[in-house]
T-cell receptor
Framework: KQEVTQIPAALSVPEGENLVLNCSFTDSAIYNLQWFRQDPGKGLTSLLLIQSSQREQTSGRLNASLDKSSGRSTLYIAASQPGDSATYLCAVSHGQNFVFGPGTRLSVLP | DAGVTQSPTHLIKTRGQQVTLRCSPKSGHDTVSWYQQALGQGPQFIFQYYEEEERQRGNFPDRFSGHQFPNYSSELNVNALLLGDSALYLC?????????????FGPGTRLTVL
């Protein structure tokens, strides 16, 4: 059974800092991995999707990497802003559904 | 282009009641998945519908059932509500059931069971 964990559970940083969020999964036979952002009480916004054959994806200030063999992914956020404050979830897909981690709650202080 | 829409936004029920949640997929999508997200946790997969059939199911009891209509919209039904069913219910849509397809999520329905 696939299990996804995320470290840290919560993170508070001053504005402008670069930061890394971590995601680990137990079964490396995944099709893809996706990072989502969730604002309080809201739905999920897809940030980056990495196919199993890819090593990383970039979008603006965000960069996500994937190491299937070690069961790890990182989400790098450059020059953080208060508007980045949210919960960040990673999810892995084996086919027709995602298995989600518990999320990292990020607070960026002005 | 409308994204994934869900209704209602919020719902309050009492234990033992039944509830129906609705989802309209993103234009062009034919597959709908449902997830339950308890407070402070990641979403958990309930089931997926494609071609009006349940294709895959997570670890949820039979009290959770669903339906997909010819226009690809979907309903999630929960019978005999328990306090533990209180959660945010998320609907996600995609095109086909391919493993590499991105899922787009709706805003969710917040269900409170008293």
């Amino acid at each position: 059974k696939q299990e996804v964990t995320q470290i840290p559970a919560a993170l508070s940083v001053p504005e402008g800092e670069n930061l890394v969020l971590n995601c680990s999964f137990t079964d490396s036979a995944i099709y893809n991995l996706q990072w989502f952002r969730q604002d309080p009480g809201k739905g999920l916004t897809s940030l980056l999707l990495i196919q199993s054959s890819q090593r990383e994806q970039t979008s603006g200030r965000l960069n996500a990497s994937l190491d299937k063999s070690s069961g790890r992914s990182t989400l790098y956020i450059a020059a953080s802003q208060p508007g980045d404050s949210a919960t960040y979830l990673c999810a892995v897909s084996h086919g027709q559904n995602f298995v989600f981690g518990p999320g990292t709650r990020l607070s960026v202080l002005p | 282009d409308a994204g994934v829409t869900q209704s209602p936004t919020h719902l309050i029920k009492t234990r033992g009641q039944q509830v129906t949640l609705r989802c309209s997929p993103k234009s062009g999508h034919d597959t709908v998945s449902w997830y339950q997200q308890a407070l402070g946790q990641g979403p958990q997969f309930i089931f997926q519908y494609y071609e009006e059939e349940e294709r895959q199911r997570g670890n949820f009891p039979d009290r959770f059932s669903g339906h997909q209509f010819p226009n690809y919209s979907s309903e999630l039904n929960v019978n005999a509500l328990l306090l533990g069913d209180s959660a945010l219910y998320l609907c996600a849509s995609s095109y086909g059931t391919g493993a590499t397809d991105t899922q787009y999520f709706g805003p969710g329905t917040r269900l409170t069971v008293l």
